[in-house]
């Protein structure tokens, strides 16, 4: 069974950075292709950004110039660095395996962007 664990959300005034991590365990990791993905209350969630098996990123226009993502295979480990953060990034960030069903998830962490 795989299972995917968000850490690294908090509160950060605007203009601060974050760096998301998401392990994944009981998955072909190298093989996947990741995403993390937002949702703000009241809203869906969205695709904040796509990295394939090749290291080869996607970003939502949102996230386009500030957010990274990146992976480390040997740890099984997807990274989300997030820097100039905005009040309207605050949401509960996931991380994907698209190699899972789509209702597969794990428990997402929080980041909420304030003064």
């Known amino acids: 069974q795989v299972q995917l664990v968000e850490s690294g959300g908090g509160l950060v005034q605007p203009g601060g950075s974050l760096r998301l991590s998401c392990v994944v365990s009981?998955?072909?990791?190298?093989?996947?292709?990741m995403g993390w993905y937002r949702q703000a209350p009241g809203k869906q969630r969205d695709l904040v950004a796509i990295i394939n098996n090749d290291g080869s990123t996607n970003y939502a226009d949102s996230a386009k110039g500030r957010f990274t993502i990146s992976r480390d295979n040997a740890k099984k480990t997807v990274y989300l660095q997030m820097n100039t953060l905005k009040p309207e990034d605050t949401a509960v960030y996931y991380c994907?395996?698209?190699?899972?069903?789509?209702?597969?998830w794990g428990q997402g962490t929080q980041v909420t962007v304030s003064s």
């Open positions: 994907k395996d698209y190699s899972q069903p789509w209702n597969s």
């Open positions: 009981g998955s072909s990791f190298s093989r996947s292709v």
